[in-house]
């Protein structure tokens, strides 16, 4: 009992704020469908937490102040810290971590609510029992999967899709587990086993590394997409086991329109949902390894690049998360300058999901004052390509790769690329002929009208930019 | 609240939340996810009301750190979106730019 007691839960005037607080939620995310709107957008959605947060702490009921203090202070210290100092290009991986850890307090929530229903020693009502184990697992799953997208992204395991033997066997009776734990739960409500909850934590914590496990970098925008909507549901089940309508509300939007947006970003490239799930890019071709016997290829330096660059009439840029990584942002805008100088239209092709995420690479670009009017989408360009003097692709790979187009048994068939290869000469600016994000060989490298430049992205482009000066 | 009225109040959200998301151009994907990554912090509040009530030193550790957890949701969720979208604000130009 405090000072600030005020509210009481579920009572008029803790629900007409918990409405406020869900109501800007709303407009927030609305806004945040317009480029005019967006920041505004956010600043809308982050007054309601605002109002949600101060609402819970005014409830009757609340105590261990000390302990409320201290883990507000330490997870918001953490939360900006993280948030300043990232990078632009580690963005990605930051909205991984930081669903991961939602999802983790889900479970963590559940777990405290199943002892709080032990401890009252009554027979715990279905209707909190139910939504207390499904937040438990759904948020157990959210967090180890984020965690492992996180760490691929982060490159502390291997990006590339990990054949787990018997995955799919392994995941259905881990599932089957995890239901017969739940029921027998669920039978004993009078005095459910902890144990036996502990358990079903593990098991869903094994089930998030296992299911993402086997897919690759390339498709963990979609993932951390829908562990996200994942997220959101478990943060509804924990509002049904809590009484708590903003849980509830607020968790149940985030899992619908984060439904809607996985499912956008997975048009965007061409893949379906289940696809990503279930086939991976690991699968039947993660044989692809045998085919990579040495080809031949074209190795130029910043000089004979310059000069093909230097003599065109148009050119493409084609950015990737190499030329993030290196920060070469800035000079390759200066090549380009050095283009422009000289009469030759430079634009920039930007696939969807350039970088790691769809957007990611516009943000990147905008930062080094990129005129907005010079990126192009993929559907726009593509056509152009035929009648593109010189492509220039910048640690792009995998989304240049033909093999999508012409080889139906490519892991990649079906995404779309953009069609660097239908251009009169391209350049590839690459550290080293290793394969990219989906773990497999890029046949455009051996065209015979691709040239290697290899460099770190960074530095190749100010040598061609000194370059082209001097010609 | 009974659980009839709370499965009403669950699927009217749902129906909103298809809704307000439709026909989202690519540009604004991340930070859309990150927007709704943020706005799932809303646990946190579920941390504050079993902490609130935890009393054994298990739950106060277990409480504690949901709570923390999701303030690092939160903060960390706003923050990221908000410099995301720092490419739609209009920067002054640092000169103009003139052919």
Same mark, same amino acid.
């Given at each position: 009992?405090?000072?600030?007691?005020?509210?009481?839960?579920? =009572?008029?005037?803790?629900?007409?704020?918990?409405i406020?607080?869900?109501s800007?939620?709303?407009?927030?995310?609305?806004?945040?469908?317009?480029?005019?709107?967006?920041?505004q957008?956010?600043?809308?959605?982050?007054?309601?937490?605002?109002?949600?947060?101060?609402t819970?702490?005014?409830?009757?009921?609340?105590?261990?102040?000390?302990?409320?203090?201290?883990?507000?202070?330490?997870?918001?210290?953490?939360?900006?810290?993280?948030?300043?100092?990232?990078?632009?290009?580690?963005?990605?991986?930051?909205?991984?971590?930081?669903?991961?850890?939602? =999802?983790?307090?889900?479970?963590?929530?559940?777990?405290?609510?199943?002892?709080?229903?032990?401890?009252?020693?009554?027979?715990?009502?279905?209707?909190?029992?139910?939504?207390?184990?499904?937040?438990?697992?759904?948020?157990?799953?959210?967090?180890?999967?984020?965690?492992i997208?996180?760490?691929?992204?982060?490159?502390?395991?291997?990006?590339k899709?990990?054949?787990?033997?018997?995955?799919?066997?392994?995941?259905?009776?881990?599932?089957i587990a995890?239901?017969?734990a739940?029921?027998?739960?669920?039978?004993?409500?009078?005095?459910?086993?902890?144990?036996?909850?502990?358990?079903?934590?593990?098991?869903?914590?094994?089930?998030?590394?296992?299911?993402?496990?086997?897919? =690759?970098g390339? $498709?963990?925008p979609?993932?951390?997409?829908?562990?996200?909507?994942?997220?959101g549901l478990?943060?509804?089940?924990?509002?049904?086991?809590? $009484?708590?309508?903003?849980?509830?509300?607020a968790?149940t939007?985030?899992?619908?329109?984060?439904?809607?947006?996985?499912?956008?970003?997975?048009?965007?490239m061409? @893949?379906?949902v289940?696809?990503?799930?279930?086939?991976?890019?690991?699968g039947?071709?993660?044989?692809?390894?045998?085919?990579?016997?040495q @080809?031949?290829y074209?190795?130029?330096?910043?000089?004979?690049?310059?000069?093909k660059?230097?003599y065109?009439?148009?050119?493409?840029?084609?950015?990737?998360?190499?030329?993030?990584?290196?920060?070469?942002?800035?000079?390759?805008?200066?090549?380009?300058?050095?283009?422009?100088a @000289?009469g +030759?239209?430079?634009?920039?092709?930007?696939?969807?999901?350039?970088?790691?995420m769809?957007?990611?690479?516009?943000?990147?670009?905008?930062?080094?004052?990129?005129?907005?009017?010079?990126?192009?989408?993929?559907?726009?360009i593509?056509?152009?390509?035929?009648?593109?003097?010189?492509?220039?692709?910048?640690?792009?790979?995998?989304?240049?790769?033909?093999?999508?187009?012409?080889?139906?048994?490519?892991p990649?068939?079906?995404?779309? +690329?953009?069609?660097?290869?239908?251009?009169?000469?391209?350049i590839?600016?690459?550290?080293?002929m290793?394969?990219?994000?989906?773990?497999?060989?890029?046949?455009l490298?051996?065209l015979?009208?691709?040239?290697?430049?290899f460099?770190?992205?960074?530095?190749?482009?100010?040598?061609?930019?000194?370059?082209?000066?001097?010609? | 609240?009974?659980?009839?009225?709370?499965?009403a109040?669950?699927?009217l &959200? &749902?129906?909103?939340?298809?809704e307000?998301?439709?026909?989202?151009?690519?540009?604004?994907h991340?930070?859309?996810?990150?927007?709704?990554? &943020?706005?799932?912090?809303?646990?946190?509040?579920?941390?504050?009301?079993?902490?609130?009530?935890?009393d054994?030193?298990l739950?106060?550790?277990?409480?504690?750190?949901?709570?923390?957890?999701? &303030?690092?949701?939160?903060?960390?969720?706003f923050?990221?979106?908000?410099?995301?979208?720092?490419?739609?604000?209009?920067?002054?130009?640092?000169?103009?730019?003139d052919?």
């Open positions: 009992m405090t000072p600030l007691a005020v509210l009481q839960p579920g =009572g008029e005037a803790a629900t007409a704020l918990y406020v607080a869900f800007l939620f709303i407009i927030g995310l609305k806004k945040g469908t317009h480029p005019t709107t967006a920041k957008g956010n600043m809308v959605a982050a007054a309601g937490m605002a109002v949600a947060v101060a819970t702490l005014l409830l009757d009921g609340m105590g261990n102040w000390g302990l409320i203090i201290i883990g507000l202070g330490v997870g918001s210290a953490v939360g900006f810290v993280a948030s300043v100092r990232v990078q632009m290009t580690e963005m990605p991986q930051m909205v991984a971590l930081y669903n991961g850890v939602g =999802g983790g307090a889900v479970a963590l929530i559940a777990w405290s609510e199943l002892r709080h229903g032990i401890s009252l020693g009554e027979d715990i009502p279905l209707e909190v029992l139910i939504p207390t184990l499904l937040a438990a697992v759904i948020g157990s799953v959210s967090f180890w999967g984020s965690n997208a996180f760490a691929k992204l982060q490159d502390l395991i291997p990006t899709p990990l054949a787990i033997p018997g995955q799919q066997v392994i995941n259905v009776v881990l599932l995890i239901l017969a739940c029921v027998d739960l669920a039978i004993n409500n009078g005095d459910p086993s902890q144990p036996l909850f502990i358990g079903i934590l593990i098991a869903a914590a094994i089930l998030g590394n296992m299911v993402v496990l086997p897919i =690759g390339a $498709d963990m979609v993932v951390i997409s829908l562990l996200n909507a994942f997220t478990s943060a509804a089940a924990a509002g049904f086991a809590l $009484d708590n309508v903003a849980l509830i509300v968790g939007i985030v899992g619908s329109s984060g439904t809607i947006l996985t499912m956008e970003m997975a048009t965007a061409n @893949r379906s289940a696809n990503v799930l279930f086939a991976g890019f690991g039947a071709p993660a044989a692809s390894a045998g085919s990579a016997e @080809r031949p074209v190795s130029v330096g910043a000089q004979d690049a310059a000069i660059l230097a065109a009439d148009n050119v493409v840029i084609v950015p990737g998360y190499g030329l993030a990584v290196a920060q070469a942002q800035h000079a390759i805008k200066e090549v380009a300058n050095e283009l422009e @000289r +030759i239209t430079v634009s920039y092709a930007i696939h969807p999901v350039a970088g790691r769809p957007g990611h690479m516009n943000v990147l670009l905008a930062e080094a004052d990129v005129p907005y009017e010079q990126l192009r989408e993929m559907e726009d593509n056509p152009e390509m035929p009648r593109t003097d010189v492509a220039i692709v910048v640690g792009a790979n995998d989304v240049t790769n033909p093999a999508a187009k012409n080889d139906p048994d490519s990649i068939a079906g995404m779309p +690329i953009i069609e660097v290869d239908q251009a009169q000469q391209v590839v600016i690459k550290r080293s290793s394969p990219g994000f989906a773990g497999i060989d890029n046949d490298f051996y015979p009208n691709t040239s290697m430049l460099d770190d992205a960074k530095k190749a482009a100010s040598d061609i930019a000194a370059e082209i000066q001097q010609l | 609240m009974s659980l009839m009225t709370e499965i109040i669950l699927v &959200a &749902a129906f909103v939340g298809f307000v998301i439709s026909k989202v151009p690519t540009t604004l991340t930070p859309l996810m990150s927007q709704t990554n &943020a706005i799932h912090g809303i646990v946190m509040l579920g941390g504050l009301i079993v902490l609130g009530y935890a054994d030193g739950e106060y550790v277990i409480g504690t750190i949901a709570v923390a957890f999701g &303030a690092i949701n939160i903060v960390g969720g923050m990221v979106t908000d410099r995301m979208l720092g490419m739609f604000s209009k920067k002054p130009k640092p000169k103009a730019q052919k």
